[in-house]
């Protein structure tokens, strides 16, 4: 694989793709929904030039799937795509047996990445980290976008960043800190850019992008894709006062909810991305459990905040 060209084509609209699932006693996979949905995200403008999908991450249950489904999810959006955009695959495990598999197995099935975040459950070293990820580089050269999840795991310091750049097949890093402060956020965009394509996980896209990220992770396009469209197109343009009103007016809403329902409900991911979706009348479904499903509890209100948002083809009540 040609890692620089990865690395080059990992901007825009990092979008994490949700796993749907039909209404039965196993909520197996909706293969036909997913492929739907990934039609929507190319139909409304999404392409090469401003996104890359990510299947099978923590909004696409990858903690509920198996290995197989995994693998069955993934192809089927690479298949949908028809190579229009570029796909990751979350490849987050607690083994490093299975990572060294998820690797091939991307590789083999056409994605450009896999995601990969430290191990979770047990608080591992950096050094753990490191061998992890060269493990999973050593297996396939699939290029790597390494996913700094510190509120599930060990952390990844500016430290252990700088040794990741002798890795050659990570290309990428998502990233996000638990800044008190010291702006260790920015200090890794600035020192960093020019070896990594850097994807911003904290929605200071305004800051980010003068810093020099240029990747977005952006849940609005599963719903709203033209929105993430003109988004990237804005940052390009620099026309930051216009990007930074957009984040206000439609992202904050969503996660000020997205928060109350973690709070109050259930915790996961992707839920509400799945709801949003079936209100704009797309292929939907619940998330599998232990996350409850919302969508009883919570459609009205959310119904109304894309209301609220200008968000188009919302059904009306």
């Known amino acids: 694989m040609d890692l620089e060209k990865a690395r ?4 825009g609209c990092y979008v994490t793709v949700p796993t749907q699932f039909l209404d039965n006693r196993e909520l197996s996979p909706n293969i036909d929904g997913i492929q739907s949905h990934v039609r929507f995200l190319l139909d409304g403008g999404l392409n090469d030039k401003n996104a890359v999908f990510l299947v099978g991450g923590a909004a696409g249950d990858f903690s509920t799937m198996t290995f197989e489904e995994r693998i069955h999810v993934a192809k089927a959006v690479v298949e949908a795509t028809e190579g229009k955009v ?88 998502k990233w996000s800190s638990p800044d008190i402060g010291w702006m260790t956020f920015e200090r890794v965009i600035q020192l960093f850019n020019s070896r990594f394509s850097i994807i911003d996980n904290r929605m200071e896209f ?11 992770e952006v849940h609005v396009c599963n719903y709203w894709p033209e929105w993430g469209a003109n988004l990237i197109e804005s940052l390009n343009q620099k026309d930051y006062v216009k990007v930074q009103n957009q984040l206000l007016k439609v992202v904050q809403p969503f996660m000020k909810l997205w928060q109350k329902i973690e709070k109050e409900y259930t915790g996961g991911d992707g839920y509400l991305d799945k709801l949003c979706m079936e209100l704009v009348g797309l292929p939907s479904s619940r998330s599998r459990p232990p996350t409850r499903d919302i969508r009883d509890q919570y459609r009205e209100e959310t119904r109304q905040m894309l209301i609220e948002s200008g968000v188009p083809r919302v059904i009306r009540s």
């Not at 080059?8 to 901007?11: A, E, K, T």
């Not at 952390?155 to 990741?164: A, P, Q, T």
């Not at 305004?206 to 977005?216: E, K, M, Q, T």
């Open 8 to 11: 080059q084509h990992l901007h």
């Open 206 to 216: 305004v800051a980010s992008h003068i810093l020099g990220a240029r990747g977005f």
């Open 86 to 173: 570029p796909v990751a695959m979350g490849a987050q495990t607690t083994s490093t047996a299975e990572l060294i598999k998820l690797s091939k197995a991307a590789r083999d099935l056409g994605a450009i990445y896999i995601q990969v975040s430290c191990p979770f459950y047990f608080n591992h070293s950096e050094q753990d980290f490191l061998e992890y990820v060269t493990a999973a580089a050593d297996a396939s050269d699939i290029a790597i976008i390494v996913y700094n999840t510190f509120w599930t795991s060990t952390g990844v310091s500016l430290e252990m960043v700088n040794k990741l750049t002798n890795i050659s097949n990570v290309v990428g890093l």
